[in-house]
């Protein structure tokens, strides 16, 4: 079995490593991440500048590479041009802090996978429900099990998943949760100021909005569950689709609603 | 009423432009966009630098500032810092080159629109289908005709109206599709070379995969039809939910599956 992994922490991040460890008697490990940190951006893929590729080492790990790019970048390169055959599994983790809600469209984390998974290639995000803690390892065993589980079932198409975790110790995680995606957003503020010559910039800072959900991700998670969310590919709202064409949608004639 | 511009192919996009001059009648427009192109972006924002503002001079617009940011920066911005209140509609666009099928995700377009939804402003994403056409105002019309709809109508929570209209004269569309997200994707290549040092970089360069696919947003557009694909930003997988909970999703007991 031969298994990519990668993040959006970069290279160098101990939820990577933690990832590696437990992965490790699985079968051929590649690890191929950002040279830093490329959180929050997004499904971004880099067309105006050229990727670096470092080659790096990491103990106990055959292909190991360093790249100069987002997450999104590492898989495409990965998969098109360093891997001599598709990987069997994506995996991109463990981040630092919960993919979550909304914040899933601006995770670099779950750019990783979907990247995997445009590649028809079984992948998963995963996460830890904390910013500052270093206690990736029960994270890790969790995605371990996550990885067994999908071997056994295989996923649907254009289908990843993504888990987080709860900052725990394995014994009381209070077990799993399929969810859906809650709405759990943040309200954005900027930090005005001048520069020595006195032009204005700001800094994006923010608050995650607490919201009354059941049944989501992120309100499952603060429960202490840890939570998968299968993601699926296509973001059209196919529900609202019979209504939209009985809008009046009309190009050429004179009558319109 | 108010309306926020923006896009990603950069403040100085004659697509920007020709959005404004359709819209010119309906009330305060507020154009902000980035500094430069910020194709591909995805769904990027900027918390690891400064963001700068430029204000800027838009013939006819009185409230024009250019960011050294991505397009869903811009709206943030705008929205939570720039705009005494907040717009009744977010409009993305005219994007050169069609943002249909998997491409749906890397679209900085499309994230400026999604800014919007997620702030509950009823917000339109728009691209001509084409990368090297100059005729955008068309789809500047399409746009408008759009915007009339969605003031008589509005729009489902968390739904952004994804736009594509194909490069032809007006009278040659050949009228609306309410599609959805086809799965069009491209086929990476990377092109590998040495800098001058002897050191390897890649330029990744792609080309779309034809698929037949009826329905969708790619194959309507090609067929000479404007598509309006509605994107909910609730990416679950809903359908597998229930297949998933069956999994023997066991964290603490001894028997695994």
């Known amino acids: 079995m031969r298994i990519l992994i990668s993040n959006d922490d970069g290279i160098q991040s101990p939820g990577l490593r933690a990832l590696v460890e437990a992965l490790r008697d699985y ?15 997004g499904h971004a893929i880099t067309l105006s500048e050229p990727i670096r590729l470092f080659p ?18 590492c898989v495409k390169l990965a998969i098109t041009e360093l891997m001599p055959e598709k990987p069997d599994m994506v995996l991109s983790g463990v981040n630092r802090g919960e993919n979550t809600g909304i914040s899933v469209i601006y995770s670099g984390t779950v750019s990783a996978a979907t990247e995997g998974t445009i590649n028809d290639i079984p992948s998963v995000a995963v996460s830890l429900g904390s910013f500052t803690s270093t206690r990736f390892e029960p994270a890790a ?28 110790p394995l014994e009381r995680l209070k077990g799993f949760r399929a969810t859906r995606q809650g709405r759990a957003r943040f309200q954005e503020t900027f930090i005005k100021r001048a520069d020595p010559r006195g032009k204005i910039y700001y800094w994006m800072d923010g608050a995650k909005v607490p919201l009354q959900e059941t049944e989501t991700d992120s309100a499952a998670l603060h429960e202490g569950y840890v939570t ?8 059209t709202h196919h529900e609202f689709l019979p209504e939209l064409r009985r809008w009046p949608l009309e190009l050429h004639a004179e009558a319109k609603a």
Chains 1, 2 share one sequence.
């Open 228 to 235: 998968i969310t299968p993601i699926r590919l296509d973001f």
């Open 56 to 73: 790096w080492t990491m103990e106990g790990v055959d292909h190991v590479y360093a790249i100069s790019g987002t997450p999104a970048d």
């Open 27 to 41: 079968g051929e490990l590649w690890v191929i991440a950002p040279d830093r940190e490329q959180s929050a951006v």
């Open 141 to 168: 065993e969790v995605a371990r099990r996550v990885v067994d589980l999908v071997i056994a079932r295989g996923l649907p198409a254009d289908t990843l998943l993504n888990v987080n975790v709860p900052d725990l």
